[in-house]
């Protein structure tokens, strides 16, 4: 969402909670390995200029507290299987550190933690429109995709 902001898998009370518990590492398992991070890829692509112009934010996670988070639940049915996803909103707190990378290109990556079974269990993120982008600046256009990191069981 571009002007919105999200996040996944957050820990509060989510009630359709099998990917829940494969992601907490409380699923009953044989596995000999974890879920330990879920990383956040995300790269601008097919762009004539840098980003400037809704770039992504991320927020510090040590700044981010269960009161400052609206929930949207999507569920998704794909016929073979249902999708279940908790999206949300980020209520604004000025003790949140939002921090963005100015004029990203094409070539650079930006890789950021989506979940951790540390601390901080998520990473809100979004875009925001800058007003400060030149007229002849396309708007950015780019991808994000997830790279999950298991660990083994001790």
Known sequence: ARHEFHQSWPPFDYKYNKEQHILMGT???????????LLGIWKPIYMNNPVCDHPLAVMDGRTFHQNQE??????????????????????????QKWY?????????????????????????????????????????VSVEMRAAVFVKKL
């Open 27 to 37: 699923a009953p398992t044989d596995e000999d390995e974890v879920l330990s991070v």
């Open 70 to 95: 609206v929930p949207h639940p999507i569920h998704i049915n794909f016929g073979i299987f249902t999708f279940h996803n908790l999206n949300g909103g980020v209520k604004y707190n000025e003790s």
């Open 100 to 140: 963005y990378y100015p004029f990203q290109k094409e070539e650079e990556v930006l890789v950021f933690t989506q979940y951790t079974k540390d601390d901080y269990f998520c990473t809100p993120h979004g875009s925001f429109e800058n007003p400060n982008c030149p007229d002849d600046y396309d708007t950015r």
